[in-house]
Every structure is written in structure tokens, then in C-alpha cells.
């Protein structure tokens, strides 16, 4: 039903899932001796933060925090806020921060200066998506599923106004959605 206001699919659910796979094993080799606190960015990294973790085979635990980014339109360099803080003392963990997209980036330079700022002993990142055309930060992630283009993607966690985070597959939307 949701694929009728689809235009076209950029990368398949069997893509997404040996990506996954893979990521998964390099975070295993990673993290084998540690015991990372994986931190899930609410709300669009949720259906990747389910699907990496049962591809990392060792000790960790997970929770999440969700933050909202409000343009200005007087201040060009954009803010971050924190909504929903973690429930968890960061200070000598191991890091890894899981998000669906880094986009200008702002939203991941944040977290990564206030965890180190509460002490983290390392911070690391793993987005199923990259937007490098999109960055305004200079930020990159330590591990990458897919670089995009400079389009506006649903799905697999990725919303338009709050829709289609659901859609098993990433995509872009028909332009008539946008206009209705
Ligand atoms: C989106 C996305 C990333 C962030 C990336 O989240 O899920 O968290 O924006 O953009 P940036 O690199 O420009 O900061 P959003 O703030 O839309 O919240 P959501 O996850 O609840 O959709
Ligand atoms: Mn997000
Ligand atoms: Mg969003």
C-alpha cells in the first residue's frame, strides 16, 4: 500500500540485511573485548539499532536518547537539543552511536562533544546512511552501510513528516506527496 507513493526503491531490504550482516561483523571484531553501551538516536535509527545488534555477537548493552534540531532562521550554524536523555552514566564507556543518516551532520557532532564532555572512554559511530553532499559539520562516521545522494529518502527508519519510518527498503518519494 505504502509502495504506491514510492518513485523509486535506492536500496533493497535483502541489501539492507547483508549490509547489516557485514557491519555486524566488523562491530563483533571491534567490541569483542568491551562491553559497548550502543546508543540508538530516536526516533529514525530504530529498525537499524534492532537489525545491527542481533548481527554483533558479544557483550553490550543499548539504550536511547532522542534529540530535536531547530533551524533558526537568524542563526545559520543550526542547534541541537536534547528531548530524551540517555538513562545511562557514559563516563568510561565504550561508545557506539547508531544513527539511520548523517546529513549536515550537526546532530551527530553534538552527541559526539557531549559524550566526550561526560567522559566517554571512546566514541564511535555507525549510520546506515551518508549524505556527504549534505554535511555542514565536518563529521564522518566510523562505519558506513550506504552513501546517498542528495535526495530527500524514506524509510527503513527515515520519515517524511513522521511517515513511512516503516517501509522495509530505502526510497524516494513520488513528488505528488509532497504536493498534496
Ligand atoms: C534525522 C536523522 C538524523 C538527523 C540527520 O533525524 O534521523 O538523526 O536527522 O541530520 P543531520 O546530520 O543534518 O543532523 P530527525 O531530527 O529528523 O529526527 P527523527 O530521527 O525523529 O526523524
Ligand atoms: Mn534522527
Ligand atoms: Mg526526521
Redesign the pocket.
Known amino acids: 500500500m505504502l509502495d504506491k507513493d514510492i518513485e523509486k526503491i535506492l536500496i533493497t531490504r535483502e541489501q539492507i540485511q547483508m549490509r547489516c550482516a557485514e557491519l555486524g561483523k566488523q562491530l563483533t571484531e571491534e567490541y569483542q573485548d568491551k562491553t559497548p553501551l550502543v546508543v540508538g538516536?530516536?526516533?529514525?535509527?530504530v529498525p537499524f539499532m534492532a537489525d545491527i545488534v542481533r548481527e554483533m555477537d558479544c557483550y553490550l548493552e543499548i539504550d536511547f536518547l532522542d534529540v530535536?534540531?531547530y533551524g533558526n532562521a537568524t542563526v545559520s550554524s543550526g542547534e541541537v537539543k536534547i528531548v530524551k536523555d540517555l538513562d545511562t552514566n557514559v563516563e568510561g564507556r565504550d561508545l557506539l552511536i547508531v544513527?539511520?543518516?548523517?546529513?549536515?551532520?550537526?546532530?551527530?557532532a553534538y552527541l559526539v562533544d557531549l559524550f566526550k564532555y561526560r567522559k566517554a572512554k571512546s566514541v564511535k559511530i555507525v549510520t546506515l546512511l551518508d549524505k556527504p553532499e549534505?554535511r555542514v559539520v565536518p563529521i564522518e562516521a566510523d562505519y558506513v552501510g550506504f552513501d546517498v545522494p542528495n535526495e530527500f529518502v524514506v524509510g527503513y527508519?527515515?520519515?517524511y513528516i513522521q511517515q513511512y519510518r516503516n517501509l522495509p527498503y530505502v526510497g524516494v518519494l513520488k513528488p505528488s506527496v509532497y504536493q498534496s
Not at 538516536?41 to 535509527?45: D, E, F, I, P, S
Not at 544513527?99 to 551527530?108: A, F, K, Y
Request: proline content about 0%; charged content about 30%; hydrophobic content about 35%.
Open positions: 538516536v530516536l526516533k529514525g535509527a530535536s534540531s544513527e539511520d543518516i548523517i546529513d549536515s551532520g550537526r546532530t551527530l549534505g527508519g527515515l520519515d
